[in-house]
């Protein structure tokens, strides 16, 4: 544990865009199992579907400040 945190203050940026690439996986797989969900009509499914739609939104929105972040710059 002690040597993974010391490597991530060493390469900040390799951290940092892992990170951001595992969000990027993890958005890609949440909008894959929301368009599989919303074409069911069972109820568990359509919870499902609501769960997954409130975290696509989320991320949408973390990635929409970092694209206003960026263009400020």
């Given amino acids: 544990m002690v040597r993974m ?3 991530r203050m ?3 940026d390799k951290f940092r865009k892992r ?3 595992l969000e990027l996986w993890k958005a ?5 199992y ?3 969900f ?3 009509t069972r ?3 359509v919870r499902q579907a609501v769960i997954y739609m409130k975290e696509l939104d989320a991320a949408a929105n973390r990635i929409d400040s970092t ?3 960026v263009i400020s710059l």
């Fill in 34 to 36: 929301y368009e599989k």
């Fill in 28 to 32: 890609i797989t949440l909008a894959s």
């Fill in 38 to 40: 919303m074409n069911s």
């Fill in 10 to 12: 060493l390469y900040p």
């Fill in 5 to 7: 945190e010391f490597k």
């Fill in 43 to 45: 109820l568990h499914c």
């Fill in 67 to 69: 694209i206003k972040t």
């Fill in 19 to 21: 990170s951001k690439q």
